[in-house]
């Protein structure tokens, strides 16, 4: 429920929000990435948490979200 209120939030936002504490970041997407993301979020195998707390939610290899509590979300890309 989490990733998906941050990820509406950033289809509200007019531009991303970088190195701003507590902020939810984006970088290089766009909202069809942000929309297919969303709708991976259904299936949460594809969600993976990781021992220092981050999380990671990919699409088959092409793109991740990757992020923590502290420093919001960022979009990688893998290709």
Same mark, same amino acid.
Request: cysteine-free; overall charge negative.
């Given at each position: 429920?989490?990733?998906?209120?941050? @990820?509406?939030? $950033?289809?509200?936002?007019?531009?991303?929000?970088?190195?701003?504490? =507590?902020?939810?970041?984006?970088? #290089?997407?766009?909202?069809?990435?942000?929309?297919?993301? @969303?709708?991976? $979020?259904?299936?949460?195998?594809?969600?993976?948490?990781?021992?220092? =707390?981050?999380?990671?939610?990919? #699409?088959?290899?092409?793109?991740?979200?990757?992020?923590?509590?502290?420093?919001?979300?960022?979009?990688?890309?893998?290709?």
């Amino acid at each position: 429920m989490l990733m998906e209120a941050i @990820l509406g939030k $950033l289809l509200e936002a007019p531009e991303p929000l970088l190195n701003a504490p =507590g902020i939810a970041q984006r970088l #290089n997407t766009d909202h069809t990435v942000i929309h297919h993301h @969303l709708h991976l $979020l259904q299936d949460k195998g594809w969600v993976a948490e990781g021992e220092n =707390g981050f999380w990671r939610l990919t #699409n088959a290899g092409h793109d991740y979200l990757e992020g923590s509590p502290e420093q919001g979300i960022s979009l990688k890309s893998l290709g």
